[in-house]
């Protein structure tokens, strides 16, 4: 029975019709079992396969995928040209900053980068949280952009030595549309580098270390970034885009 069937399925290919519906035998291997139709695959597909015809649309398949895969390359390096084309003349526009969300958190925002990081973002048209300790820097920083840029400045006094600052830091963010988190706060193990070993209350100065440079990076993170994605969810660009869409008709 296979014999027969190979023979015919092999003769028919022969005739030059290889891929006929005919030459699959689809309209019979639909009345098969499927252990049959699965016998019957196979040799069919021995059969094509060894068919100049396939090889020729293998072949064409492949450059086919070439050319897409390299058209895609060029896309891709043709987008990232015109972005650091136009962003070196024309730097990056506000909108795109807004666009990310009305506040920019800055932990450490009260001296040197964190304090830069604050004045370009409310220059741009962002609100600030700045979240650090001492709390006449936070008032005068708070105040400097305020009347400088016309923003809205949130300040947050906490100790990023500390573990449980946290939930009142999240408090304190609770309901802001937050688009930029600047995980800028960081201590060195003295003010002056020293070796390890001749640090002062080593324990201490280690625990402080991990808590400032690392723990607050992951927890602020992990309390500001939800919402983020949630925002960027296509469900929620849909919803904008909807709301847009009615503010415009009205
Ligand atoms: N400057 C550099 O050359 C340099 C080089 C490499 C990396 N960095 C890193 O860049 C970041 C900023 O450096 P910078 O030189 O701009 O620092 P900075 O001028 O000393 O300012 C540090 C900021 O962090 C706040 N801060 C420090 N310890 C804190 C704590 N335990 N809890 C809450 N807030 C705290 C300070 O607030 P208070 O004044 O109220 O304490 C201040 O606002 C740091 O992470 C630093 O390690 C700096």
Redesign the pocket.
Known sequence: MAGRESMQVGVRAQDGFPFSAECFGLHEMLQLSPRQSHHRLLLLFKVVSDTEAMETLLEDAFVLFGIFTIFIFFLKVAKCLRYFVLTKWFGVPNSFFSSLGEWAVI?????????AYAFEFAKRGLNIVL????KE??IKVADEIEQATGRKVKAVQ????KRDIYEHIEENLKGLEIGVLVN?????QTPNPCRFLEMTDIDETID?MIA??MVSVAKMTQLVLPKMKQRSSPQSEKAKANSANKQLHL
């Open positions: 932990t450490g925002g009260t001296d040197g980068i964190g304090k979240i650090s300790r001492t820097k936070l906490v100790n990023f030595t800028n706060v960081g201590m060195l402080d400032v440079n």
